[in-house]
């Protein structure tokens, strides 16, 4: 926070960077099928928000949605496993009947993807725990009154209409795609007909499960008074550690204008979704419509669902290089240098050269000549001397005499 409020125009270009990330990711949302896909760039779009919040300055708001999010999300991406497991407990169970065996046969059902959202539907009837406490944690994601996620949301909404106008917009925009594509998934996953077997035969979760819903769900509802507004009980906590903390106002006109956002988008949700599934109710049931937007954005659509292309933006521009230069290293540099080269030639080469002169060249006509040289001299100087010793005892006589002589 210190560092923030030190630096002025960083902490613009983080809130701006902040805001652009949660419209950026909430766009890429709209357009997911896997159900936990759309949860995980949910969870980028909040995150926007929190860092939104910190470079306008309003830290206790971020932090607020930090901790509101945690409730929601957490719930959420639970809830997401609940239906996972259900829609395969579903394809369990037709996969050992025989009648409905034969029937995922005809329908090409055997390998149903239990995380597409579009080979679910009608599961509010097959697992009520799981979509009561769902619906929970998706209002609360839109920031629908009075669960924790319009506590924490609009705080930081009201922060953005005070301490910047831009960011305070992109937000907002933010929000209308949150309230959408939440709307969209949990039509796709519980209202309507079951779109395949496996969904139509799914079953709730056991207790170990839906026990952990049910905790999150209660933290979702009433987490607001973490921070309500008039008591604000979690911003006098952060004033202890935190110095520019300031105690965000409720705003009506930023409540009002929000809800209204996600009321409009979850209509438009049930508009798009809710009735086209409504109006082929009599088509076959493995006649699975495709998203409704596809036709009417077209291109755009294909963009949202591929994500943008970062990921093959990504791919070209930083893994595939980064792939050719560790193979140039792994093959060139490591494997045909060092190891083929520089060891194999070089060290080994090298040394085997030098052991082999050593051996032959030091060895034999160093070190063995001067042994030889040295075994020949004696040799010879004994081969001189024996011809002294004759045996005779006149001649020793003789060398005796002569050596007093010289003495």
Excluded: C
Aim: without cysteine; aromatic residues 14%; neutral net charge.
């Amino acid at each position: 926070a210190e560092l923030y409020v030190l630096a002025p125009d960083a902490q613009f270009i983080v809130a701006v960077v902040g805001g652009l990330t949660a419209v950026f990711a909430a766009t890429i949302a709209v357009a997911q099928f896997d159900i936990k896909r759309v949860l995980a760039y949910s969870t980028i779009s909040q995150l926007g928000f929190m860092v939104a919040a910190v470079g306008m300055g309003a830290f206790v708001a971020g932090m607020f949605h930090l901790v509101s999010h945690a409730f929601f999300k957490a719930l959420l991406f639970l809830g997401s496993g609940s239906v996972i497991q259900g829609v395969e407990r579903g394809q369990h169970h037709a996969e050992h009947d025989s009648k409905l065996k034969q029937e995922l046969e005809s329908r090409g059902e055997q390998h149903v993807d239990p995380q597409d959202i579009r080979n679910m539907g009608g599961l509010r009837k097959t697992m009520k725990l799981t979509f009561w406490t769902y619906i929970i944690g998706a209002v609360a994601l839109a920031g629908g009154p009075p669960l924790v996620g319009f506590f924490s949301k609009d705080e930081i909404l009201a922060e953005g209409k005070d301490l910047n106008t831009f960011v305070y917009i992109l937000l907002l925009i933010a929000a209308v795609f949150t309230a959408f594509y939440i709307g969209r998934q949990v039509i796709y996953v519980f209202f309507g007909r079951s779109r395949t077997i496996a969904a139509g035969h799914s079953s709730e979760s056991p207790l170990v499960m839906t026990i952990p819903l049910m905790v999150l769900a209660f933290l979702t509802l009433f987490g607001g008074g973490l921070n309500l507004p008039g008591v604000h009980p979690f911003t006098d906590w952060l004033e202890q550690t935190l110095e520019h903390v300031h105690i965000a106002e409720f705003d009506v006109q930023v409540a009002v204008l929000s809800t209204g956002f996600a009321l409009v988008s979850f209509t438009l949700a049930y508009l798009f979704y809710s009735r086209r599934y409504k109006a082929q109710q009599k088509l076959p049931a493995d006649q699975r419509p495709d998203d409704p937007l596809r036709p009417i954005l077209g291109p755009v659509f294909r963009l949202l669902e591929n994500k943008y292309w970062i990921d093959e933006l990504y791919w070209t521009v930083i893994l595939n290089p980064y792939v050719s230069l560790s193979k140039f290293l792994a093959d060139v540099v490591d494997w045909n240098f060092l190891h083929d080269w520089f060891h194999d030639v070089v060290i080994a080469g090298g040394y085997l050269r030098f052991t082999n002169w050593l051996s032959t060249a030091f060895d034999l006509k160093v070190i063995d000549g001067a042994a030889n040289g040295l075994a020949i001299l004696v040799e010879r100087s004994a081969a001189g001397l024996r011809r002294s010793e004759t045996g005779y005892v006149r001649n020793y006589a003789l060398s005796v005499f002569l050596g007093l002589v010289i003495i």
